[in-house]
């Protein structure tokens, strides 16, 4: 008993180090799409002049 569960303790640290290494990687893939799509919005011109920054949302610091 103590060994199925030494065995299935292992499984469960090897699933989970698989696991932080594809979260991370998904998470490197995000961040390089946030700075593309970033750099297409500045191309967008803006419509109104000002009206664009009056626009943005309120938790733009969260970026």
Known sequence: ???ALRRENAQL???NAAL???NMGYQR???EASV???ALLEQIPAIG???AED???E???AR
């Open 1 to 3: 008993m103590t060994q």
């Open 13 to 15: 640290r090897q699933a």
């Open 20 to 22: 932080v290494v594809e």
């Open 29 to 31: 893939r995000l961040s």
């Open 36 to 38: 593309r799509v970033e």
């Open 49 to 51: 002049g000002d009206a």
């Open 55 to 57: 626009k943005q949302p």
């Open 59 to 61: 938790n733009e610091e």
